[in-house]
């Protein structure tokens, strides 16, 4: 697949705001490295990145030592597109921060703030926010998710006396310290329109396409040699970096040229690729071939 280099320096660029907060995809990204959330990457590039493991299906806290064992150094926990209570999610963060990795979490569409603040009281460094699509919704998602003076996330009195924060200084200290990343999701057509004016607002650290409601609101559902997906991939990477923005891609299975091109050619910090539930699909269908080969194709 050829494409055109949109970038320099492997096409990296850090995020002056994703950089300085506590979790590990701040980190590569200060480091120039990748993010990404899949178990199936192929590239001597991703080998050097944070492996990121999705989350859909398994709900007790094994799944954060399963993701320890594989090597992984971080969750994708999706609450838009599973059953997963947010007792469960707060179960795997207490259990991701105890094991040294992060947690960045999924929330539904259109939740309200009520529901986004019990998903940040979880735990999750990061909260991801789906179906943005003007910069209005980028606002109430930045309201949502920061503390004040960037947003108007609610201060639980614990963490000012966990940590001693006797001082109004000490204080601001302390919130910047427990500060999350804040991603929103790229998926439609208007939202590309927009994509200038949503990656300039102060606040937001990480755009993050949906490939999927992507590729079906352009009319080319799956299609990614598509030219318009392509434009998608360097539209979104110029914004972020114009604007000094991470940004990623996610819904794009089994795409090891992309996801390269992505990181490699054009900057992107964070991929999603597989999900728990995937990986124990594909597992038990090859489990399945096995024992179908040993018993000579008899069902």
């Not at 992107?268 to 594909?282: C, E, G, K, P, R």
Request: aromatic share 6%; charged share 15%; net charge negative.
């Amino acid at each position: 697949m050829a494409h055109n280099s949109e970038s320099s320096n492997n096409g990296h660029y850090n995020s002056p705001q994703a950089a300085s907060f506590n979790n590990n995809l701040s980190r590569q990204a200060a480091k120039g490295k990748l993010c990404t959330a899949s178990s199936l990457l192929l590239s001597p590039f991703f080998v050097t990145s944070v492996m990121s493991l999705g989350v859909r299906l398994i709900s007790g806290v094994e799944i954060v030592e399963i993701a320890c064992k594989a090597g992984f150094d971080s969750l994708f926990i999706d609450l838009e597109h599973s059953t997963l209570s947010l007792e469960a999610t707060g179960q795997i963060c207490r259990a991701s921060k105890m094991a040294g990795i992060s947690a960045f979490i999924r929330v539904p569409a259109e939740c309200g703030d009520g529901y986004v603040q019990r998903a940040l009281g979880s735990g999750g460094d990061g909260i991801i926010v789906p179906h943005v699509q003007t910069v209005e919704d980028v606002r109430t998602a930045i309201a949502m998710a920061k503390y004040p003076p960037l947003g108007s996330r609610s201060i639980t009195p614990h963490l000012l006396i966990s940590r001693s924060a006797k001082s109004p200084l000490r204080a601001a200290e302390v919130l910047k310290e427990h500060e999350v990343i804040l991603m929103v999701m790229i998926e439609t057509v208007e939202a590309l329109s927009n994509i200038d004016a949503i990656a300039a607002e102060p606040g937001l650290d990480v755009l993050q396409i949906g490939s999927m409601d992507m590729s079906m609101s352009l009319g080319i559902l799956g299609q990614w040699d598509d030219p318009l997906y392509q434009d998608v991939l360097i539209t979104v990477s110029r914004a972020a970096k114009k604007h000094g923005k991470l940004w990623g891609i996610s819904g794009l299975p089994s795409r090891a040229d992309i996801w390269n091109y992505a990181a490699v050619e054009l900057g992107a910090s964070f991929i999603v690729s597989s999900y728990d539930v995937n990986l124990l699909n594909q597992a038990a269908a090859a489990n399945y071939k096995l024992i179908r080969e040993a018993g000579g194709g008899a069902s």
